[in-house]
């Protein structure tokens, strides 16, 4: 959904039937019973029930929020920002509820809007200071956007302490420190994030990927490749971790296996010009001059459409 992967809807793990993202409101909180059918529907996969129970529920009361923030949260699920923003804005003039001015935040970002995503974020967060997930998206538009890691490593201590669950945010965190070159605290958060996440029963493979990253680092390359290849498993259709397992295997000269990850990261990721040169420098180092040379041509090609 958001190139920045803040939405369970872009990431590829996979999570149980709840809400990880954090942005459906308290079921307490509904006031028709139709709310009810859009959940279940969410929650079973039936996503044009949802809708079609949205709609209904906007229908009934025209100037209920309720509908108009159904919808607008599927409209968000399916990036259809225009829309969403649209029924969001109508919701919020309705009733301006934390969760109304979240998901209208995620909605703004889809729309690059960042400035307006701040401030709907963080609006959400004085209205409900005891909900994790504002602090966890700010977090995440702070490290993947602004490169602002002692920030975003702020926001997500908060979003921690808020939900003490929520391995997603343990992970982030141990990346703000892994960034900073805290090495140590990256390692504890990482392993907090794993072991969370295996009690949740939920295939998430990041902090294995961190695990690798803290390895290869230090020369431990077969821990690392053990770490790596764990990730692939998990995550088989995340197109960087197959790329951190190519990364791990050349530094252990591994280089016709490295081949086979980055080539099946170029099949999950076509856009990604780097994995294509890699490839080249690869079948250089094989010495085979005419796969390398047509790897090469399809990074310029990339290049050209994409940039780097």
């Known amino acids: 959904m958001l190139t920045l992967s803040i939405c369970v809807c872009a990431q590829t793990e996979t999570f149980p039937v709840r809400d990880v993202t954090g942005l459906l409101p308290p079921p307490q909180t509904d006031r028709s019973p139709l709310v009810a059918e859009i959940r279940e ?62 998901v209208l935040a995620v909605a703004y970002y889809q729309a690059r809007q960042h400035r307006l995503f701040e401030m709907k974020m963080t609006e959400a967060s004085r209205k409900d200071p005891k909900d994790f997930a504002p602090y966890y998206y700010l977090g995440r538009y702070y490290d993947a956007d602004l490169n602002d890691f002692e920030k975003s490593g702020g926001c997500f201590t908060k979003a921690i302490q808020a939900n003490p669950d929520h391995f997603p945010s343990y992970y982030y965190l141990g990346y703000s420190f892994e960034a900073q070159q805290q090495e140590a605290r990256a390692e504890e958060y990482y392993q907090r994030a794993l072991a969370i996440s295996k009690r949740a029963a ?48 050349m530094a252990m000269e591994r280089t016709a296996e490295a081949i086979k990850e980055w080539e099946a990261a170029a099949a999950l990721d076509s856009s990604d010009a780097a994995v294509y040169y890699q490839i080249s420098q690869a079948f250089l180092r094989l010495g085979d001059e005419q796969r390398a040379d047509t790897a090469l041509k399809q990074y310029k090609r990339i290049v050209a459409a994409y940039g780097r």
């Open 41 to 102: 529907a969410l929650a079973s996969g039936r996503a044009d029930q949802a809708r079609s129970s949205a709609e209904e529920l906007a229908r009934r009361g025209p100037g209920n929020f309720e509908g108009r923030f159904w919808s607008g949260l599927l409209a968000v699920r399916t990036g259809d920002t225009n829309r969403a923003i649209r029924l969001l804005r109508a919701a919020e003039r309705g009733e301006a509820t934390a969760a109304v001015e979240k």
């Open 202 to 249: 939920a295939r998430f493979h990041l902090p294995l990927m961190g695990l690798a990253r803290l390895r290869l680092a230090v020369g431990k390359n077969e821990e690392a490749l053990a770490f790596a290849r764990q990730a692939v498993k998990m995550g088989a259709q995340d197109a960087a971790a197959h790329k951190l397992c190519g990364k791990v295997l």
